[in-house]
Nanobody, 127 residues
Framework: QVQVVESGGGLVQAGGSLRLSCTAS????????MGWFRQAPGKEREGVSC????????YVSDSVKGRFTISRDNANNILYLQMNILKPEDTAMYSC????????????????????WGQGTQVTVSS
C-alpha cells in the first residue's frame, strides 16, 4: 500500500541544476524523516541527505554540501532535493526513503534505518 515515487531526474551538463521530487502515499508523511540516497553502477548506495519529519533539521553528505538542498512540503506530501553545480560524479540512481521515525538520528546514512523506498530516478551529468 505504501508508495514512494521519485521524479525529476534526467540528463544535464556539468554545472547545471536539477530538482528531484518524491511523493509518498499510504503513510503519514509528516511522521517520517525522509532521506535521499544514490547509487552508481558498481558502487554501494550512498546517503546524500536527510530531513527530519518537521523539516527543522537537515543533514547532507560532505560530497554534496553547499550544492544540494533538501526540503519538504508536508502539506502536499512532497520531498525535494535541489541539486546545483552538478558534477559528473553525481551521476547515479537517486532514491528517496522514509526513515524509521521522525528523526534522522546519528545513522541517517545507513540504509537499514529506512523502512520504505522508491524505485529511483536516474540523474546523469555529462562533462
Amino acid at each position: 500500500q505504501v508508495q514512494v515515487v521519485e521524479s525529476g531526474g534526467g540528463l544535464v551538463q556539468a554545472g547545471g541544476s536539477l530538482r528531484l521530487s518524491c511523493t509518498a502515499s499510504g503513510l503519514i508523511f509528516d511522521a517520517y524523516a525522509m532521506g535521499w540516497f544514490r547509487q552508481a553502477p558498481g558502487k554501494e548506495r550512498e546517503g546524500v541527505s536527510c530531513i527530519s519529519a518537521s523539516g527543522r533539521s537537515t543533514y547532507v553528505s560532505d560530497s554534496v554540501k553547499g550544492r544540494f538542498t533538501i526540503s519538504r512540503d508536508n502539506a502536499n506530501n512532497i520531498l525535494y532535493l535541489q541539486m546545483n553545480i552538478l558534477k559528473p560524479e553525481d551521476t547515479a540512481m537517486y532514491s528517496c526513503a522514509a526513515n524509521r521515525d521522525g528523526s534522522c538520528g546519528g545513522s541517517w546514512t545507513v540504509q537499514y534505518e529506512y523502512k520504505y523506498w522508491g524505485q529511483g530516478t536516474q540523474v546523469t551529468v555529462s562533462s
